[in-house]
Every structure is written in structure tokens, then in C-alpha cells.
């Protein structure tokens, strides 16, 4: 069988990838180049070369970087803990970088009875954390049915689509112009650096 891209006898820059976008793009760029990773964003161009160091730098889907980091593809790369946590990627997590700081958090119509989460047993939720969140309520033992929805999750309940959601938090401004309110929290995540498996083991013997 075809080994994993890390164990191939490839002969290639070091790769790190960033997200291309999003709350996390802009701060992790920044914190590549204080590192000296030097690079010029090119409108679309999805990769840039830091001749200084020999390093390929991705610009990918944050959702895409856990795997992709897993996989070998990319050696290192910043992502979300809560992309690693739903992804399940097997990477090493290196050091939480204290930006993207935000919560996955349970939130039911301001206006409803809900007030706590075994509320929620034999109801749905929508959320674009579906792995994350189905965990979640398996752990308490509820029935709780999640609906995937990538965008404008805040929806789902004034559609009567869903009973509340499972979704990111910062300032919580967002729930409460959508008539929303957090009844719990699943985890709290931040920009992580993150390696492919047996990275830092190499980098400790060399």
C-alpha cells in the first residue's frame, strides 16, 4: 500500500499552512512573519515561498488544515482547536498561540422555555461542529439529533429547523441580535500551532 506522504522519500520545502481566510488568517500571518517567514500575499495565489528559510507557506481552508497536517502533506500549520477537536486529525498539538479566542458554544431562542441541555433530549440542533457536538450530548447521555449547516446557523431556530444550536462564540453579540441565548459550553478554542506526527521527534535529534 502507498505509504503516508510524511514516510515518502520526497525532497521538498518545508511546508506550513495557515488559514486563507477567516478570524484566524490575518494574526497568524502576522505571527508567521514575526517568525521571520517572510511572505508576499498575491491576491488568489493560494502558496508563497520564504526563500529565507526554504519554507512553502499554504493558504487553505481552516477546516482542510487538520487533515491535511495529519496526512503529511503540510509539516506544520495554525488551525482552531475546535477544527482539531472535530476534525479528529491525528496531530501534534505544539503550543496555543492566544489569538482565536472563542467558545463552541449551546444557545436556545432567548424567548423559549429551554434553560439547560437535558432540555434539549429528543430535540435537534443545527451546527457546522456535528462531530463535536453529537460527543457532546452522548456524553450526558441525551438524545439529541445535530443538523450540519455551514452557514448562518444562528437561523436554524426562527426556521423551526432546529430546537438551538451548536456554535462559535466570541463576543456573543451575534446570539443576542439573533434572538439567541448560551445555555452551555462545549469547549473553548484558540489559534493552535500544530505538526505532523514525529515532527518535533526529528527535530529534538537533530
Sequence with gaps: PPRPLHEAAVTRPFRLALPSKG?????ALELARAAG??????GRALHAHCSRWDIEVLFARADDIPAWTADGAVDAAVAGQDQIVESGAAVEELVPLGFGR???????PADGEVDRVAALDGGRVATAHPRTAAAFFAARGLAVETVPIRGSVELAPRLDAADGIVDLVSSGDTLRQNGLRSIATVLESQATLVARRGLADRAQAV
Design 23 to 27: 478570524r484566524l488568517h490575518a494574526p
Design 37 to 42: 517567514v517572510e511572505v508576499d500575499v498575491n
Design 102 to 108: 472563542c467558545a463552541l458554544e449551546v444557545a436556545v
